[in-house]
Each structure stands twice: as C-alpha cells, then as structure tokens.
C-alpha cells in the first residue's frame, strides 16, 4: 500500500511538469492577451504596450515560464491580472462552494445510484428496470441548466419550500471558520446556519447530479449483470449459500471496481467547476470564477487551476486505487 502511495505521487511530477510546459505554450498561443481582454476596443497601442511591460508580456516566453516556475517552487501562483489578488487567495475563497456542491451531487448520485442500479440487474426486464434505463437516459440527455431552471422554478418560486440562489440566506448570523457553511454551522454549534446551508445546496446539487446519477445507474446496472453471468456465483449459489452473502460478498463487492473507477472521475470533473450550475443558482464558486479568467486572459488563474485540477485528479486517482486494494485483495497481492 505504502509502495504504491509513493510511486503514484513520484509519477505526479513528470506529469505535472509535462502539464505546465504544453499549457503555457498553448495559452500563449491564443489570440489577443490579458492586455486586449482588460483594455477593450477603446484601449489604445500605447496603453497595451505599457500592460504588457508591466505584466512582463514582452519578455521570451521561456522567460516568463521560468519565471512562473520559480514562483511555483515557492508555492506561489502569481496574481490574478483581474482582480490584482494572489491566485491562492481567490482559489481557497471560492474553491469551498465548489466542493459542497459538488460532493452533495456525487453523494446523492452514489446514494440513488448504486441501489437504483443493483436492483435494475437483480430485476431484468421489470418495470424497475425499464424505469432505472429510460430514467437514467433521460437525465444524460437533459441540460444541466435547463434542469436546474425547472427546479427552481417549482420548488423555490412556485412552492417555496426551498431557497433559489445562494449559498446561505443573506443577513443571517454564522460564524465562518473553514469556508464550508455545512461545515462551520456543525463545528461552531449553530444548527440553524448549517441547515440553511443544506437547504440552500439541495437544488444546485439535485441539477449536478443527474448526469452522474445516470451515468452510475447504467453502469452499476452493466457490471452487476457480468458479475450475475459469472461461473463463481453459480458456484456460490449451488453450494447453498444464502442469498444475502452471496450477494454481497461475490456479486456486489466484485461489481463496485468499475464503478469506484467512475464515480472518482465524476467527482473529479464536478470538482474542476460547475460553470452552469454555479450561474443558474449565483452559487458564487469556482466556475464563475474561471469563466471571467477566460475572458479576461488571465494567464496566472487559469495556469494555477488547471495544474490544481490535475493535482486533483491525480489524488482522486490515488484514492480509486486504494479502494481497489479495500475491494479486491487481488489488486494488494499484485
């Protein structure tokens, strides 16, 4: 376990340096620059020529990516050209909001999912069958912003049993600690904050996931009939094992390795920003944020998000593997 821990996170700087290097060249190969994005049509030769001497645009580009990189060793992402601030402070202000929704819509895709379809393969042909598959092909279909339109068209305006944009109800008294508003209404004893915190990611979080939710009923559904096909659960079962056993040690727990491998890209995409879903709820994340960086030309923001993402991904992947370990003891013999 040890063993494979550090050679994944060896394998992370090749990849990471690899990264850097096609991505600066790839940025600074666009059209236009920070300098047009920031100035517009009005900005004139000579105010374009000055951003650029003050950002450093004029130097080579293995200049400049020198220059990031040594930054970078120091743990330092350079300044966002918007905004002016560090890069790592606008990430870990906005990154927490980015995280709550997209772990309330992965766990309600792994809560609904994996049950939903567990019992769609045990029930083939069924009308829980067929519900699970059009369902599922109805929720890859169907936009994400255009379902999250419609929620909050009935159950925040028409209804109002819950609240339509936000993170948390505006004026009300909690204490922020870590940025996570769940988590700092539990840590700080005031119920009613972290409450309305829930409330507030139900929607945005239902809109999340129905595209993961999908893509996990299908797939769960797929890998539990292979395993149902398999020689050692007839085995199993003419032994007389019970039902129970036979279905959670030989048919579930041999199901859930491509599904562990699914669920962990999932959470990594719905982690890289949820732009629609953010905008649709003004849920204030990481989306809206990289959106206005694109925009912008904001080299050092997107530079430092897509690196973090992929350091993300990396980890996720480390964690995918370790559970395989947990799962099948094949995987820790290997």
């Given at each position: 376990m040890l063993r494979l821990i550090i050679r994944r996170l060896l394998q992370l700087i090749p990849t990471l340096l690899g990264l850097s290097v096609l991505l600066f060249l790839w940025l600074h190969q666009l059209p236009g620059g920070p300098?047009?994005?920031?100035?517009?049509?009005?900005?004139?030769?000579?105010?374009?020529?000055?951003?650029?001497?003050?950002?450093?645009?004029?130097?080579?580009?293995?200049?400049?990516?020198?220059?990031?990189?040594?930054?970078?060793?120091?743990?330092?992402?350079?300044?966002?050209?918007?905004?002016?601030?560090?890069?790592?402070?606008?990430?870990?202000?906005?990154?927490?909001?980015?995280?709550?929704?997209?772990l309330s819509a992965i766990l309600i895709a792994v809560v609904v999912g994996i049950p939903l379809g567990y019992f769609a393969a045990r029930r083939r042909g069924s009308w829980l069958d067929v519900t699970a598959v059009s369902g599922s092909l109805i929720g890859i279909c169907i936009p994400v912003f255009f379902l999250g339109f419609i929620l909050r068209a009935i159950f925040a305006v028409n209804l109002g049993w819950l609240p339509s944009f936000g993170r948390q109800t505006t004026g009300i008294n909690a204490t922020e600690v870590t940025g996570f508003y769940v988590l700092d209404g539990l840590l700080t004893g005031e119920w009613d904050a972290s409450w309305d915190a829930v409330e507030h990611l139900i929607l945005p979080g239902v809109a999340l996931a129905s595209i993961p939710l999908a893509v996990i009923v299908r797939i769960t559904r797929a890998s539990?009939?292979?395993?149902?096909?398999?020689?050692?659960?007839?085995?199993?079962?003419?032994?007389?094992?019970?039902?129970?056993?036979?279905?959670?040690?030989?048919?579930?727990?041999?199901?859930l390795l491509p599904v562990v491998t699914t669920v962990g890209l999932l959470t990594g995409s719905l982690l890289s920003g949820a732009v629609l879903t953010e905008s649709v709820f003004a849920f204030g994340g990481i989306g809206s944020f990289i959106k206005e960086a694109i925009d912008n030309r904001d080299y050092p923001?997107?530079?430092?998000?897509?690196?973090?993402?992929?350091?993300?991904?990396?980890?996720?992947?480390?964690?995918?593997?370790?559970?395989?370990?947990?799962?099948?003891?094949?995987?820790?013999?290997n």
């Open positions: 300098a047009s994005a920031l100035l517009g049509e009005r900005g004139t030769e000579a105010d374009r020529r000055q951003i650029e001497e003050s950002l450093g645009l004029n130097d080579p580009v293995w200049v400049q990516y020198g220059r990031w990189m040594q930054r970078l060793v120091h743990l330092d992402l350079g300044d966002s050209v918007r905004t002016g601030r560090p890069v790592w402070e606008e990430f870990t202000q906005r990154f927490p909001a980015t995280v709550e929704l997209a539990v009939l292979e395993v149902l096909g398999e020689d050692y659960v007839r085995t199993a079962e003419s032994k007389g094992l019970q039902r129970r056993v036979v279905r959670s040690r030989h048919v579930l727990r041999n199901a923001v997107l530079m430092g998000f897509i690196l973090f993402i992929a350091l993300l991904y990396v980890a996720i992947n480390l964690l995918v593997d370790l559970a395989y370990s947990l799962i099948d003891p094949r995987v820790r013999v």
